[in-house]
Nanobody, 113 residues
Framework: QVQLVESGGGLVQAGGSLRLSCAASGSIFTINVMGWYRQAPGKQRELVAAITSGGRTNYADSVKGRFTISRDNAKNTVYLLMNTLKPEDTAVYYC???????WGQGTQVTVSS
């Protein structure tokens, strides 16, 4: 099983930026889909962004134009660049890999108004 470790979360003011990183214990070259999910208090976990091994991306409507997902297969790392952050982006962000299905431990992102 691939182990995923997120980093880069923190506290930022509205309008600011953060970049999350997800480092895999092994090669991500063969992982079909990697993505970022988030879960706010009292809410279900939701997909934020995903990227295929071929580089195709998918975003939640709420983050389109503000967030960018990318993957560096050479570094076994997936990134989520988050710009123009809003208070409603506050959540625990989780990294996901599709095969085998794997989750990171999560990293907290807090956006203050």
């Amino acid at each position: 099983q691939v182990q995923l470790v997120e980093s880069g979360g923190g506290l930022v003011q509205a309008g600011g930026s953060l970049r999350l990183s997800c480092a895999a214990s092994g090669s991500i070259f063969t992982i079909n889909v990697m993505g970022w999910y988030r879960q706010a208090p009292g809410k279900q976990r939701e997909l934020v962004a995903a990227i295929t091994s071929g580089g195709r991306t998918n975003y939640a409507d709420s983050v389109k134009g503000r967030f960018t997902i990318s993957r560096d297969n050479a570094k076994n790392t997936v990134y989520l660049l988050m710009n123009t952050l809003k208070p409603e982006d506050t959540a625990v962000y989780y990294c996901y890999g599709s095969n085998p299905p794997s989750w990171g431990q999560g990293t907290q992102v807090t956006v203050s108004s």
